[in-house]
């Protein structure tokens, strides 16, 4: 079909640029054993392997030849297809509805309602088969951190990539909110942000389900410590850099996708350049889509600015629709009323697709 073959020549270029970009990315460090033509797209490495110094790309590489280029593209487009048709709705909807529901409390970080939230998240990463992120020192689905008077825990699970040393792409939310008002009330936050929890984990699920196992490494990733100023992402983000890994991360955080209506996807990028390829994936992927999205420079705060102005690491925050006019679409912010019956749920799995297609574009090779 002719929309078809269209779509398939755009998401052509924009993966041929990917790949140059992931290239450019993985091979940054200055610690890179030589050239290893032949081995950097490997799908049978040993998980061992994976976090090897990155080997850089090979001298004058040229682009692939035509054929060879439709045939990956061919398989991307499946891959894509395949991603779309598996999104899970009901699944990401009854996660909004079970972490927005009073049981937890509004989720407070340090609070019993938060702590439920982690344990629930961490039984869905298992459920999934979801790694500990041992290479940076854990061995469970739990970072604990502490400061600022804070202490709680992250959650984080990984689906390793088959390429040794290559990329890691972080897709985050944060799953704490406000707690309680002083009338007993919860803030139950299903737009901030338990829509953007259940969508990392619909994004694993969706992998798992397929079979999908990206080239690069996928980190899932569940903050707490948002809402009193990022203090889980700054944690994460100086383990990362203990760690010597934050060369090679990126992240894709998502806050406030659970709109009750609205027209496009936005990215802020705060104001960082080295954030520009994570920028130009999600606009390739909302034009594969038929969504708009925006780059809207700084956002208010979220997970994103302590990884890009702290520690260096290209990421964006993504919502829905914020920019202009927050309180068109996000009217119940920081209010009682942020509950799931209040999301648009055709508006959610528009910015589901978006992300769910941009994840993939910036992992699959
Ligand atoms: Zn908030």
């Known amino acids: 079909m002719t929309e078809h073959l269209s779509q398939a020549t755009i998401v052509a270029l924009a993966l041929l640029a990917a790949a140059v970009i992931s ?5 940054c460090g200055g610690d890179e054993e030589p050239s290893t033509p032949g081995t950097i797209r490997s ?9 090897l110094p990155p080997p850089p790309p090979p001298p004058g590489r040229a682009p692939d030849p035509p054929s060879a ?12 297809e395949s991603i779309l048709s598996a999104y899970d709705n009901e699944y990401q909807y009854g996660i909004i ?18 702590r439920a939230a982690a344990a629930f998240i961490a039984a869905e990463f298992g459920r999934l088969g979801l790694q500990p992120w041992s290479h940076v020192g854990l061995d469970s689905y739990y ?3 502490s400061g600022g ?3 709680d825990d992250n959650i984080i699970g990984v689906l390793p990539g088959s390429n040794p040393g290559g990329a890691i792409v972080i897709l985050a939310a944060h799953y704490d909110h406000l707690g309680m008002d002083g009338q007993g009330n919860a803030y139950n936050g299903a737009d901030d942000n338990a829509a953007g929890v259940a969508t990392i984990l619909e994004a694993a699920a969706n992998l798992r389900s397929l079979g999908y196992r990206p080239a690069d490494t996928i980190v899932f990733c569940a903050f707490s410590g948002e809402e009193q100023g990022q203090v889980g992402a700054g944690a994460l983000g100086r383990l990362i850099t203990d760690a010597g890994l934050a060369g090679r991360v990126e992240m894709i955080n998502i806050d406030g996708i659970g709109a009750t209506g ?31 999205v925006i780059n809207e420079g700084t956002d208010i705060g979220s997970d994103a600015q302590p990884f890009a102005w702290e520690y260096g690491i290209p990421a964006i925050t993504v919502d829905w629709d914020w920019g202009s006019n927050p309180s068109a679409y ?19 799995a528009r910015a589901t697709r978006v992300i769910l297609v941009g994840l993939w574009l910036r992992a699959y090779s």
């Open 262 to 292: 609205g027209d496009y996807l936005g990215v802020w990028d705060e104001g960082s350049a080295a954030a520009a390829p994570l920028v130009a994936t999600m606009s390739q992927a909302g034009s594969y889509l038929g969504t708009t």
């Open 97 to 114: 509805t079970e972490l927005a529901s009073d049981r937890y409390q509004g989720r407070r970080t340090g609070s019993d309602g938060a």
């Open 149 to 151: 008077g804070l202490e």
């Open 143 to 145: 970072h604990h951190f």
């Open 23 to 27: 290239l450019t990315v993985t091979s």
């Open 43 to 51: 799908a049978a490495e040993p998980l061992e392997e994976i976090y």
């Open 69 to 80: 280029g439709n045939a990956v593209d061919d398989t991307l487009q499946l891959q894509l």
């Open 330 to 348: 996000h009217p119940y912010y920081h209010t009682i009323h942020d509950d799931a019956g209040a999301i648009d749920r055709p508006t959610l």
